[in-house]
């Protein structure tokens, strides 16, 4: 079986893709360069593990359910994007496979059979794969938020890739919800400008510990006050960690300011 990239995602806000009334084009460029991605990953996906900003734990947890209900973890949105259902199903044996692979390099895991999918999650698959028949399982991130144990979580996880389970990051490469406007353009910018020279310039060393020095980037406490959305980019890396990044999203002006990016590591199967 052919070895998998894994992905960081800027998953977009809330349930952008039941919002095209009210968003216009605004996500088109987002939604390409999801539908993109299953071109990438191709036939080899048998199912997906979502590493998600919108659920941390103390622990890894892992979603074991095998048929996951519906988080809609956002507040102000219309009443339809109440009643959005992504039924997916879930996968109990690959979930019980990724505790078992952090169990094993030391990271403590449990799974989580009641946890549904979040926005992270469904409104970020959609794109990729709506007619929700591909498998899913999510996994959290700690709520240390530490970059070394989710870099070593993603080392541990890597053989994943090779049975066919697609590794998704989703959070988002800019996150200022106080400053997502005209205030942010700065500061998303100045951060971006830097993570695409990390990721993309730097040969696997170099990047890894500009990751682990993540804060010390321009502007880095102004992009991201808290860092949970760009945590799921470490677990990504760490799958990845010796391997070749691209940037497959990148928007100067996402909601007409703001600064984002998505990124692959690793080759494509066709490649």
């Not at 992270?120 to 990729?128: A, E, I, R």
């Not at 989710?150 to 590794?167: F, K, S, T």
């Not at 990148?250 to 300011?257: K, L, T």
């Amino acid at each position: 079986m052919a070895r998998l990239p894994t992905y960081f995602v800027s998953h977009g806000g809330g349930p952008w893709p039941w919002m095209r009334e009210q968003y216009g084009t605004a996500y088109d460029q987002l939604a390409a360069s999801l539908a993109a991605l299953r071109t990438e990953a191709g036939d080899a996906v048998r199912a997906v593990l979502v590493v998600t900003a919108h659920w941390e734990t103390p622990q890894f947890m892992v979603s074991s359910g095998t048929a996951p209900g519906m988080i809609y973890d956002y507040g102000g949105f219309p009443p339809h994007t109440y009643q959005v259902k992504y039924p997916a199903p879930g996968e109990p044996a690959l979930a019980r496979r990724v505790a078992d692979l952090l169990e094993a390099a030391g990271h403590p895991a449990a799974l989580d059979a009641e946890r549904g999918f979040d926005h992270g999650t469904f409104s970020m698959l959609y794109p990729v794969y709506p007619e929700a028949r591909m498998p899913v399982v999510q996994l959290s991130i700690r709520r240390d938020l530490d970059p070394a144990t989710h870099l070593a979580a993603g080392r541990a996880l890597a053989l994943l890739r090779d049975e066919g389970i697609l590794i998704i990051g989703s959070g988002l490469s800019y996150h200022n919800l106080r400053q997502f406007g005209p205030n942010g353009r700065e500061a998303s910018r100045a951060f971006d400008g830097w993570l695409q020279h990390a990721l993309l310039e730097l040969d696997p060393a170099q990047r890894e510990q500009a990751l682990l020095r993540w804060d010390a980037a321009p502007m880095a406490r102004a992009a991201h006050p808290r860092e949970e959305h760009l945590i799921p980019l470490m677990v990504a890396l760490g799958a990845a960690e010796q391997e070749a990044a691209a940037c497959v999203y990148h928007e100067d002006a996402f909601m007409g300011n703001l600064a984002v990016s998505s990124f692959r590591f690793g080759a494509t199967p066709a490649a």
